[in-house]
């Protein structure tokens, strides 16, 4: 079984917290939300508590398929300070193994050197934080280990991509049809 933490801090962006959450488990992975703070109880940045299944402090987070990094601001920006999870980021960096990030968060990466000579997409306005990378303004980006997506119109094609490169593209296009996401075609 395919295991996925997601990350949340104060202010994240609701829709690209749960979106991948909820596709993951559809395609059958098991998905862990993890809370940076001391609370298991994180709230987003329009108001919505998430009860998150464990702290990240206290004991060590195991092996996973993929990290996944939420958008939002402040949110983003709590990520970005937890040296913790800056450890974790390098590790699985390291390892070659998959780290996604959405809207803001790609710019932990930029920040981190992980993107460097990447194709990589985050919100507008962040391209700056994406050193090295060659940015393109697309709903979703894989370049070898590492998925960027551009905000939270692009959640779902975020969701998708990551399912597509841990399951493979069958599964992408079932839980596509099934859960009827158009595929986007680009020019």
């Given at each position: ?88 980021l390098k590790n699985q960096n390291e390892q070659k193994k998959w780290i996604a990030a ?83 075609v680009h020019q």
């Amino acid at each position: 079984m395919k295991k996925a933490a997601i990350f949340f801090a104060p202010g994240f962006e609701e829709i690209e917290a749960l979106t991948p959450a909820d596709v993951l488990k559809r395609a059958g992975a098991e998905v862990e939300l993890i809370s940076i703070t001391e609370d298991k109880n994180v709230t987003g940045g329009h108001g919505l508590t998430i009860v998150c299944d464990r702290v990240f402090e206290g004991h060590p987070i195991e092996d996973k398929d993929i990290l996944i990094l939420p958008g939002g601001i402040p949110g983003a920006q709590h990520l970005k300070s937890h040296d913790g999870l800056a450890d974790l980021l390098k590790n699985q960096n390291e390892q070659k193994k998959w780290i996604a990030a959405i809207c803001a968060a790609p710019m932990i990466l930029g920040e981190m050197d992980m993107l460097t000579d990447r194709k990589a997409t985050c919100f507008s306005g962040f391209e700056h934080h994406l050193k090295g990378a060659h940015h393109y303004p697309v709903p979703a980006i894989t370049d070898g280990h590492i998925i960027t997506g551009r905000g939270i119109g692009a959640a779902m094609e975020f969701s998708i991509e990551i399912v597509s490169n841990l399951f493979g593209p069958d599964k992408a296009a079932e839980l596509r049809d099934k859960m009827v996401v158009p595929e986007i075609v680009h020019q």
